[in-house]
Protein backbone atom coordinates (compact mmCIF):
# COMPACT_ATOMS: atom_id res chain seq x y z
CA UNK A 1 0.00 0.00 0.00
CA UNK A 2 3.04 2.50 -0.37
CA UNK A 3 2.29 3.98 -2.85
CA UNK A 4 -1.70 4.73 -1.96
CA UNK A 5 -2.20 8.53 -3.05
CA UNK A 6 -5.81 9.85 -0.94
CA UNK A 7 -6.99 13.10 0.32
CA UNK A 8 -9.37 15.89 0.77
CA UNK A 9 -10.88 17.65 -2.10
CA UNK A 10 -13.03 20.57 -1.86
CA UNK A 11 -15.68 21.93 -4.52
CA UNK A 12 -15.78 25.50 -4.04
CA UNK A 13 -17.81 28.23 -6.24
CA UNK A 14 -20.95 30.22 -6.26
CA UNK A 15 -24.57 28.93 -6.27
CA UNK A 16 -25.53 27.01 -8.84
CA UNK A 17 -22.20 26.58 -11.24
CA UNK A 18 -22.49 22.79 -11.03
CA UNK A 19 -20.79 21.85 -8.12
CA UNK A 20 -22.95 18.94 -6.93
CA UNK A 21 -23.73 17.31 -10.29
CA UNK A 22 -20.04 17.49 -11.21
CA UNK A 23 -19.68 15.50 -7.86
CA UNK A 24 -21.93 13.29 -8.74
CA UNK A 25 -20.73 12.15 -11.89
CA UNK A 26 -17.13 11.93 -10.41
CA UNK A 27 -18.25 9.22 -7.95
CA UNK A 28 -20.69 7.55 -11.29
CA UNK A 29 -23.62 7.78 -8.25
CA UNK A 30 -26.09 9.89 -7.09
CA UNK A 31 -24.90 10.93 -3.30
CA UNK A 32 -25.26 14.64 -3.28
CA UNK A 33 -29.03 16.26 -4.22
CA UNK A 34 -29.51 19.20 -7.19
CA UNK A 35 -30.98 21.70 -8.40
CA UNK A 36 -31.60 24.38 -11.10
CA UNK A 37 -32.06 26.49 -8.41
CA UNK A 38 -29.12 28.20 -6.36
CA UNK A 39 -27.98 26.93 -2.60
CA UNK A 40 -29.83 23.63 -2.73
CA UNK A 41 -26.69 22.07 -1.06
CA UNK A 42 -26.88 23.63 2.86
CA UNK A 43 -24.55 21.23 4.88
CA UNK A 44 -20.96 19.68 4.16
CA UNK A 45 -20.74 16.23 2.64
CA UNK A 46 -17.65 14.33 2.38
CA UNK A 47 -18.06 11.85 -1.26
CA UNK A 48 -15.82 9.09 -1.36
CA UNK A 49 -14.40 7.79 -3.86
CA UNK A 50 -12.09 4.51 -3.63
CA UNK A 51 -10.23 2.69 -6.53
CA UNK A 52 -7.52 0.94 -6.55
CA UNK A 53 -4.57 3.02 -5.97
CA UNK A 54 -6.01 6.12 -4.35
CA UNK A 55 -9.10 7.40 -2.60
CA UNK A 56 -10.38 11.09 -3.18
CA UNK A 57 -12.85 12.86 -0.84
CA UNK A 58 -15.13 15.05 -2.53
CA UNK A 59 -16.74 17.39 -0.48
CA UNK A 60 -19.59 19.46 -1.73
CA UNK A 61 -19.81 22.48 0.01
CA UNK A 62 -23.10 25.19 -0.16
CA UNK A 63 -21.88 27.95 -2.89
CA UNK A 64 -20.16 30.51 -1.27
CA UNK A 65 -22.93 33.84 -1.16
CA UNK A 66 -24.00 36.73 0.55
CA UNK A 67 -26.04 35.30 3.33
CA UNK A 68 -29.65 36.76 4.20
CA UNK A 69 -30.46 34.92 6.98
CA UNK A 70 -28.61 32.88 9.91
CA UNK A 71 -29.48 29.45 8.06
CA UNK A 72 -27.78 31.05 4.57
CA UNK A 73 -24.86 32.08 7.35
CA UNK A 74 -23.88 28.65 8.42
CA UNK A 75 -24.10 27.86 5.01
CA UNK A 76 -21.42 30.48 3.91
CA UNK A 77 -19.46 29.51 7.14
CA UNK A 78 -19.11 25.75 6.10
CA UNK A 79 -18.43 26.56 2.62
CA UNK A 80 -15.42 28.77 3.50
CA UNK A 81 -14.42 26.72 6.65
CA UNK A 82 -14.61 23.53 3.95
CA UNK A 83 -11.32 25.12 2.89
CA UNK A 84 -8.63 24.26 5.89
CA UNK A 85 -6.69 21.58 5.56
CA UNK A 86 -7.61 20.62 2.01
CA UNK A 87 -4.99 18.91 -0.49
CA UNK A 88 -6.71 20.31 -3.18
CA UNK A 89 -9.72 22.73 -4.32
CA UNK A 90 -11.83 22.65 -7.28
CA UNK A 91 -12.85 26.15 -8.07
CA UNK A 92 -16.11 25.59 -10.39
CA UNK A 93 -17.25 28.46 -12.88
CA UNK A 94 -20.21 28.65 -15.14
CA UNK A 95 -18.99 30.46 -17.85
CA UNK A 96 -22.54 31.15 -19.27
CA UNK A 97 -23.84 32.99 -16.56
CA UNK A 98 -20.30 34.58 -16.83
CA UNK A 99 -18.00 35.59 -13.91
CA UNK A 100 -19.61 37.82 -11.56
CA UNK A 101 -18.73 40.06 -8.29
CA UNK A 102 -19.90 36.54 -7.01
CA UNK A 103 -17.15 34.52 -8.43
CA UNK A 104 -14.55 37.17 -7.89
CA UNK A 105 -15.62 36.94 -4.30
CA UNK A 106 -14.44 33.27 -4.53
CA UNK A 107 -11.62 33.52 -6.22
CA UNK A 108 -10.16 36.17 -3.05
CA UNK A 109 -11.01 33.64 -0.59
CA UNK A 110 -9.27 30.98 -2.06
CA UNK A 111 -5.99 32.80 -3.20
CA UNK A 112 -5.55 33.75 0.20
CA UNK A 113 -5.03 30.17 1.04
CA UNK A 114 -1.98 27.76 -0.34
CA UNK A 115 -3.84 25.09 -1.14
CA UNK A 116 -2.89 24.09 -5.12
CA UNK A 117 -6.49 24.97 -7.35
CA UNK A 118 -7.75 23.28 -10.69
CA UNK A 119 -10.15 26.06 -12.33
CA UNK A 120 -13.09 24.53 -13.99
CA UNK A 121 -14.45 25.87 -16.71
CA UNK A 122 -18.35 23.39 -16.01
CA UNK A 123 -21.54 23.74 -18.54
CA UNK A 124 -19.05 23.68 -21.45
CA UNK A 125 -21.88 21.88 -23.20
CA UNK A 126 -24.24 24.71 -23.05
CA UNK A 127 -22.41 27.89 -24.33
CA UNK A 128 -23.62 29.02 -27.93
CA UNK A 129 -20.33 31.73 -27.76
CA UNK A 130 -16.99 29.70 -27.29
CA UNK A 131 -15.32 33.10 -26.65
CA UNK A 132 -17.12 33.13 -23.40
CA UNK A 133 -14.86 30.43 -21.96
CA UNK A 134 -11.69 32.67 -23.18
CA UNK A 135 -13.13 35.74 -21.15
CA UNK A 136 -13.92 33.68 -17.97
CA UNK A 137 -10.88 32.15 -17.76
CA UNK A 138 -8.78 35.44 -18.54
CA UNK A 139 -11.08 37.53 -16.31
CA UNK A 140 -10.80 35.35 -13.21
CA UNK A 141 -7.10 35.14 -13.78
CA UNK A 142 -7.16 38.72 -12.73
CA UNK A 143 -7.53 37.88 -9.07
CA UNK A 144 -6.08 34.52 -9.19
CA UNK A 145 -3.60 33.27 -12.07
CA UNK A 146 -1.70 30.38 -10.54
CA UNK A 147 -3.81 27.08 -11.34
CA UNK A 148 -2.32 24.28 -11.37
CA UNK A 149 -4.62 23.22 -14.29
CA UNK A 150 -7.48 25.00 -16.59
CA UNK A 151 -10.16 22.48 -17.58
CA UNK A 152 -12.79 22.34 -19.52
CA UNK A 153 -15.96 19.92 -18.40
CA UNK A 154 -19.38 19.20 -18.60
CA UNK A 155 -20.68 17.36 -15.96
CA UNK A 156 -24.20 16.53 -17.72
CA UNK A 157 -22.04 14.86 -21.23
CA UNK A 158 -18.96 13.73 -19.36
CA UNK A 159 -16.77 15.91 -21.15
CA UNK A 160 -13.55 16.55 -19.65
CA UNK A 161 -14.22 14.32 -16.85
CA UNK A 162 -11.42 12.07 -16.96
CA UNK A 163 -8.65 15.06 -17.24
CA UNK A 164 -9.96 16.32 -14.48
CA UNK A 165 -10.28 13.12 -12.56
CA UNK A 166 -6.42 12.17 -13.59
CA UNK A 167 -5.24 15.39 -12.59
CA UNK A 168 -7.07 14.78 -9.29
CA UNK A 169 -5.38 11.44 -8.37
CA UNK A 170 -1.71 13.07 -9.95
CA UNK A 171 -1.97 15.37 -7.31
CA UNK A 172 -3.24 13.94 -4.55
CA UNK A 173 -0.56 12.88 -2.38
CA UNK A 174 0.43 9.53 -0.69
CA UNK A 175 -1.75 8.77 2.13
CA UNK A 176 -4.33 6.59 3.87
CA UNK A 177 -7.56 5.39 3.62
CA UNK A 178 -9.42 7.57 5.74
CA UNK A 179 -12.72 5.65 5.26
CA UNK A 180 -13.52 1.69 4.73
CA UNK A 181 -13.62 0.86 0.75
CA UNK A 182 -17.38 0.64 0.76
CA UNK A 183 -18.70 4.09 2.57
CA UNK A 184 -19.27 6.45 -0.34
CA UNK A 185 -20.56 9.27 2.14
CA UNK A 186 -19.80 10.49 6.03
CA UNK A 187 -23.61 11.08 6.39
CA UNK A 188 -25.94 9.17 7.90
CA UNK A 189 -29.00 7.14 6.40
CA UNK A 190 -31.18 9.70 7.81
CA UNK A 191 -29.59 12.46 6.58
CA UNK A 192 -29.48 11.30 2.78
CA UNK A 193 -33.71 10.06 3.10
CA UNK A 194 -33.95 14.08 4.24
CA UNK A 195 -31.96 15.03 1.19
CA UNK A 196 -33.71 13.09 -1.16
CA UNK A 197 -36.99 14.59 0.02
CA UNK A 198 -35.73 17.92 -0.04
CA UNK A 199 -34.41 17.96 -3.67
CA UNK A 200 -37.95 16.69 -4.81
CA UNK A 201 -39.09 20.04 -3.12
CA UNK A 202 -36.81 21.82 -4.82
CA UNK A 203 -37.63 19.92 -8.08
CA UNK A 204 -41.47 20.47 -7.50
CA UNK A 205 -42.06 23.84 -6.12
CA UNK A 206 -40.87 27.28 -6.82
CA UNK A 207 -39.54 30.68 -5.62
CA UNK A 208 -39.58 31.23 -1.95
CA UNK A 209 -40.96 27.67 -0.76
CA UNK A 210 -38.07 25.18 -1.43
CA UNK A 211 -35.30 27.68 0.36
CA UNK A 212 -37.36 28.14 3.17
CA UNK A 213 -38.21 24.40 3.86
CA UNK A 214 -36.47 22.41 6.13
CA UNK A 215 -36.67 18.53 6.59
CA UNK A 216 -36.25 16.43 9.91
CA UNK A 217 -36.23 12.54 10.10
CA UNK A 218 -38.47 11.80 13.02
CA UNK A 219 -38.52 8.32 12.93
CA UNK A 220 -36.14 6.05 10.51
CA UNK A 221 -36.69 1.89 11.60
CA UNK A 222 -36.59 -0.88 10.19
CA UNK A 223 -39.90 -3.10 10.49
CA UNK A 224 -40.22 -6.68 10.87
CA UNK A 225 -41.47 -7.16 7.48
CA UNK A 226 -38.22 -6.24 6.19
CA UNK A 227 -39.99 -2.52 5.07
CA UNK A 228 -37.98 0.88 6.26
CA UNK A 229 -40.07 3.32 7.51
CA UNK A 230 -39.62 6.40 7.75
CA UNK A 231 -41.66 9.91 8.90
CA UNK A 232 -40.56 13.14 7.89
CA UNK A 233 -41.33 16.27 9.45
CA UNK A 234 -41.38 19.15 6.57
CA UNK A 235 -41.19 22.67 7.89
CA UNK A 236 -42.07 25.03 6.36
CA UNK A 237 -42.31 29.34 7.51
CA UNK A 238 -45.85 30.88 6.70
CA UNK A 239 -49.27 29.67 6.91
CA UNK A 240 -49.76 30.54 3.33
CA UNK A 241 -47.26 27.88 2.09
CA UNK A 242 -48.99 24.71 3.33
CA UNK A 243 -51.70 24.30 1.04
CA UNK A 244 -48.92 25.09 -1.43
CA UNK A 245 -46.94 22.51 -0.41
CA UNK A 246 -49.81 20.11 0.44
CA UNK A 247 -51.85 20.85 -3.51
CA UNK A 248 -55.50 20.35 -4.32
CA UNK A 249 -56.26 16.77 -2.40
CA UNK A 250 -53.00 16.33 -1.22
CA UNK A 251 -51.49 15.75 -5.16
CA UNK A 252 -48.23 17.60 -3.93
CA UNK A 253 -47.49 16.35 -1.13
CA UNK A 254 -48.50 12.92 -2.75
CA UNK A 255 -45.99 13.49 -5.43
CA UNK A 256 -43.38 14.53 -3.17
CA UNK A 257 -43.50 11.50 -1.27
CA UNK A 258 -44.15 9.27 -4.75
CA UNK A 259 -40.76 11.03 -6.35
CA UNK A 260 -38.29 10.35 -2.54
CA UNK A 261 -39.73 7.14 -1.82
CA UNK A 262 -38.48 6.06 -5.09
CA UNK A 263 -34.86 7.12 -4.66
CA UNK A 264 -34.81 6.68 -1.15
CA UNK A 265 -35.66 2.69 -2.12
CA UNK A 266 -32.73 2.58 -4.73
CA UNK A 267 -30.40 4.28 -2.76
CA UNK A 268 -30.62 2.19 0.77
CA UNK A 269 -32.39 -1.27 -1.44
CA UNK A 270 -35.08 -1.89 0.49
CA UNK A 271 -38.57 -1.30 0.34
CA UNK A 272 -39.58 2.25 2.02
CA UNK A 273 -43.39 3.08 3.58
CA UNK A 274 -42.31 6.75 3.84
CA UNK A 275 -44.62 9.33 6.19
CA UNK A 276 -44.58 13.11 4.90
CA UNK A 277 -45.97 15.72 7.65
CA UNK A 278 -45.79 19.79 6.98
CA UNK A 279 -45.37 21.97 9.57
CA UNK A 280 -45.20 26.12 10.01
CA UNK A 281 -42.78 26.80 12.20
CA UNK A 282 -42.46 31.02 11.79
CA UNK A 283 -38.74 32.39 10.56
CA UNK A 284 -37.48 28.83 11.57
CA UNK A 285 -34.09 29.90 9.52
CA UNK A 286 -33.39 32.18 11.96
CA UNK A 287 -33.61 29.67 14.78
CA UNK A 288 -30.47 27.96 16.07
CA UNK A 289 -31.78 24.99 16.87
CA UNK A 290 -34.14 24.32 13.73
CA UNK A 291 -31.42 24.92 12.05
CA UNK A 292 -29.51 21.93 13.78
CA UNK A 293 -32.61 19.87 13.50
CA UNK A 294 -32.77 20.21 10.00
CA UNK A 295 -29.08 19.85 8.66
CA UNK A 296 -28.76 16.82 11.23
CA UNK A 297 -25.98 19.26 13.06
CA UNK A 298 -26.67 17.13 16.11
CA UNK A 299 -25.88 13.87 14.96
CA UNK A 300 -22.89 15.27 13.62
CA UNK A 301 -21.34 16.54 16.42
CA UNK A 302 -22.16 13.52 18.48
CA UNK A 303 -19.81 12.00 15.82
P1 LIG B 1 -24.41 23.64 -7.32
O1 LIG B 1 -25.30 24.62 -6.63
O2 LIG B 1 -23.13 24.29 -7.75
O3 LIG B 1 -24.19 22.38 -6.54
O4 LIG B 1 -25.16 23.25 -8.69
P2 LIG B 1 -25.98 21.90 -9.06
O5 LIG B 1 -25.05 20.74 -9.18
O6 LIG B 1 -27.16 21.75 -8.14
O7 LIG B 1 -26.43 22.25 -10.56
C1 LIG B 1 -27.17 23.43 -10.85
C2 LIG B 1 -27.86 23.26 -12.19
O8 LIG B 1 -26.91 23.23 -13.26
C3 LIG B 1 -28.65 21.96 -12.30
O9 LIG B 1 -29.85 22.22 -13.00
C4 LIG B 1 -27.73 21.06 -13.12
O10 LIG B 1 -28.44 20.09 -13.87
C5 LIG B 1 -27.06 22.06 -14.05
N1 LIG B 1 -25.73 21.61 -14.50
C6 LIG B 1 -24.70 21.19 -13.73
N2 LIG B 1 -23.64 20.88 -14.49
C7 LIG B 1 -23.99 21.11 -15.77
C8 LIG B 1 -23.30 20.98 -17.05
O11 LIG B 1 -22.14 20.59 -17.16
N3 LIG B 1 -24.02 21.34 -18.16
C9 LIG B 1 -25.30 21.80 -18.09
N4 LIG B 1 -25.91 22.12 -19.24
N5 LIG B 1 -25.97 21.93 -16.92
C10 LIG B 1 -25.32 21.59 -15.78
MG1 LIG C 1 -24.86 21.85 -4.64
Not at 10 to 31: C, D, E, H, W, Y
Not at 62 to 90: C, F, Q, S, T
Not at 168 to 190: A, H, Q
Request: net charge neutral; with cysteine.
Amino acid sequence: MNNFKSGFVTVAGKPNVGKSTLINALMRQKIVITSDKPQTTRNRINCILTEENHQMILVDTPGIHKPLHKLGEYMVNIAVNALRGMDLILFVIDPEDGVRKSDMHVAEIISKSNIPVILIINKVDSIKNMNKIKDAENKIKEVKSDFIKVIETSAITGKGLEELKNTIIETLPNGPMYYPEDVVSDKPSRFIASELIREKIFFLLQEEIPHSTGVVIEDFTERENGILYIRADIYIEKDSQKPIMIGKNGTMIKKIGQLARRDIEEVFESKVFLDLFVKVRKKWRENENMIMNTMSFKSDLKG
